[in-house]
């Protein structure tokens, strides 16, 4: 497997057994990350009792990185954010996360329609492979967590939610009461109105990248939900409602009222 090639490659795993955050680290590392605040208080211990979870039963794999307890926490707080609501099994099927320093490229091959095969260069941030671990590069999750509108680990996490449907699609089990039809009408619209738009070659306000495949536009949105809410909920509505009865969450609420009177770009959509 390729990642088992890459830890030949960067020499293989820290040797020692990193030491989880106490609990002022956790309240720093919560603290530290602008997407978590404005959660309740009873909403910020569940989410740190998630996170421990997380630390001790996923096994943390850092090649050629070392962190911190404290970025241990900050990572894990924001990979729990998603499942909240929706508890702890929701992560089954995956056992490891591997931290690498930076993206790596692989040349992939591509075969169009009239069975001719080209190679072109990929960048990997991050991966999630069914049954199969999740892959983070350091370099980009030391930019998550403001309220920007990208987070690898949510995004990289909305996927193995995705899979556990089945094939990544777009369409994850969902939550007793909702109603699978409204999923796809609003999830289905919103990817062909993305779509419709790059034909005619305009901009589009969530990253165009969803417009690639249904499990990336679940992905991308999936960031966009927990990290700009309000553009969200402004460019695609129905997709954000759906996405507030699945994740059990209204982050537009948590939106911090000073980025509003500074004239957020964001905020203005």
């Known amino acids: ?12 795993a820290s040797p020692r057994e990193p030491r989880l955050p106490e609990e002022q680290e956790w309240r720093e590392a919560l603290a530290a990350v602008p997407i978590l605040q404005g959660l309740e208080e009873e909403e910020a211990q569940r989410l740190m009792e ?26 894990a707080l924001q990979a729990v954010l998603p499942i909240l609501h929706l508890g702890f099994d929701w992560y089954r099927g995956f056992h490891e ?3 690498i320093p930076e993206p790596v490229t692989r040349r992939q091959e591509v075969q169009d329609e009239f069975g001719l095969v080209s190679e072109f260069e990929e ?15 350091w370099s980009e999750l030391q ?7 990208f987070n690898l680990v949510i995004h990289e996490l909305a996927h193995k ?4 449907g089945g094939d990544a699609d777009g369409a994850p089990p969902l939550p007793r009461g909702m109603d699978p039809q409204q999923w796809t009408r609003a999830l289905q619209g919103a990817f062909d109105e993305m779509n419709d738009q ?22 991308v949105c999936s960031e966009s939900f927990f990290t700009d809410p309000l553009r969200l909920r402004a460019v ?3 997709v954000y409602d759906q996405f507030a009865c699945f994740y059990g969450q209204d982050p537009a609420a948590r939106y911090p009222a000073t980025r509003l009177l500074a004239g957020d770009p964001g905020a203005q959509v």
């Open 161 to 164: 939610l995705d899979m556990l």
């Open 198 to 219: 790059l034909t005619r070659e305009e901009m589009t306000e969530i990253d165009p990248y969803a417009a690639s495949h249904p499990a990336e536009f679940f992905a």
């Open 97 to 99: 996360v591997i931290i």
């Open 50 to 75: 998630l996170a421990r979870h997380f630390l001790s039963r996923k096994t943390l794999t850092q090649i050629g990185v070392e962190l911190t307890p404290r970025q241990q926490g900050v990572l």
């Open 123 to 137: 960048e990997n941030a991050g991966e999630s492979w069914p049954q199969g671990p999740l892959v983070l590069a």
């Open 1 to 12: 497997m390729f990642w088992s090639r890459l830890k030949e490659v960067l020499g293989g």
């Open 236 to 238: 695609y509505p129905a």
């Open 143 to 149: 930019q998550d967590g403001d309220w920007d509108g």
